[in-house]
């Protein structure tokens, strides 16, 4: 019998409505969404489904609001008997996936990724630095162009895909870099519509500032193994969350070396919790024998209850 893994989504799979759906379904998500609402002191039903103030895209918002929303699905499967063995998330799914594991709660998570999402907005001026996504080139290929790159600061930020790969750094560098990974052969080589150079060296005082703040948190035992995203592998213990926690926020995303993980792990059936599908698809490109759903509506909470 192989294992379940649940996959949390990060930044970028904001949608507007997200998680509606189960808020006016299950009391098990509303509480979630008004556990937030007090928290922050904001109103999170407002944010993900009706956006009045164009918060949902600005970092500082979009980190709490995916966030709750993936605990909020989580906590409805929970009530209907669902679990898994081990849990991962990318970059900012990785505290879904904590919360999970029971390393800190919920409260305490949506706090944190506030304050993430707002330092690492504020790391670099607006303008100064973004991410390209580029498919259709192996990781070595686009390792040496990061490599030839001589106008400008420039880093891998995920390793997505074997073929899929986020790079990070200043315009300029961005620039040139999406041009000579056209000319390589790249099926799509492109700017990302963000602000800031996540996951790379640039983002280092958003680490600092988030070190300062995780130094207050308390971190509990993981009740199921984790996979953190800066290892590419399980967490050695709840002694290293905070310090690799901090460390993510300036570090590559290593989500090919998780899956490679999982798979030799024994994981056999994934499921994503969360708005969007990224991460389904993402399964695919690994193994397209592997059980994936993707879990961001009724329909798909259907389909997963109908397969188990």
Known sequence: MGKTAFLFPGQGAQKLGMGKEFVDEFSEARLVFEEAS????????????????????????????????????????EAKGIAADCAAGLSLGEYAALVYAKAFDFRTAVQLV?????????????????LAAVVGLPIERIESLVTETQDGFLEIANYNTPMQTVVGGEVQALEGFVLRAKE????????????????????????????KELESIQVNPMRLPV?????????????????????????????????????????????????GKTLTGFVKRFDKSKNAFAVENLKGLSKLLKAK
Not at 48 to 72: H, V
Not at 114 to 130: C, E, K, S, T, W
């Open 227 to 275: 996979y953190a995203n800066v290892l590419g592998d399980l967490y050695p213990g709840e002694e290293q969350v905070k310090a690799l926690l901090a460390e993510q926020v300036a570090s590559p995303v290593r989500w090919v070396a998780i899956m490679n993980a999982l798979l030799a792990d024994g994981v056999d059936t994934f499921v994503e919790i969360g708005p």
């Open 38 to 77: 007090d928290a922050l002191s904001m109103d999170m039903e407002s944010l993900c489904f009706a956006d009045p103030e164009a918060k949902l895209n600005l970092t500082e918002f979009t980190q709490p609001a995916i966030l709750t929303t993936s605990i909020a699905i989580l906590r409805v499967l």
């Open 114 to 130: 506030r304050l993430r999402g707002r330092l690492m907005q504020d790391a670099v001026p607006a303008g100064i630095g973004g």
């Open 184 to 211: 390589a052969g790249a099926k799509i080589a492109s700017l990302l519509p963000v602000s800031a150079p996540f996951h790379t060296e640039l983002l280092k005082p958003a680490q600092v500032g988030l070190a």
